[in-house]
């Protein structure tokens, strides 16, 4: 429907996935598929969808540009 009622605030899964990103970085290790997810989440609050709940990234990746 494209309706995201917020039921856990992207900005706050953005701010959660951070720390996670942090701690294994300061081990020397990498996690691409939680940088992606952190990079989309951060562009969807960019945005403007940061108050909307976290499955709002759906929408956003939906309208970019293809190609």
Same mark, same amino acid.
């Given at each position: 429907?494209? %309706?995201?009622?917020? =039921?856990?605030?992207?900005? !706050?899964?953005?701010k959660?996935?951070?720390?996670?990103?942090?701690?294994?970085?300061?081990?020397? %290790?990498? !996690?691409?598929?939680?940088?992606?997810?952190?990079?989309a !989440?951060? =562009?969807a609050?960019?945005?403007?969808?940061?108050?909307?709940?976290?499955? =709002?990234?759906?929408?956003?990746?939906? =309208?970019?540009?293809?190609?």
């Amino acid at each position: 429907t494209g %309706r995201y009622p917020s =039921a856990f605030k992207l900005w !706050l899964a953005r701010k959660d996935v951070g720390p996670a990103l942090e701690t294994v970085g300061a081990r020397g %290790r990498r !996690l691409r598929v939680g940088e992606a997810v952190h990079a989309a !989440l951060r =562009a969807a609050e960019a945005d403007g969808r940061g108050d909307h709940d976290h499955a =709002a990234v759906i929408g956003y990746l939906r =309208a970019l540009p293809t190609g």
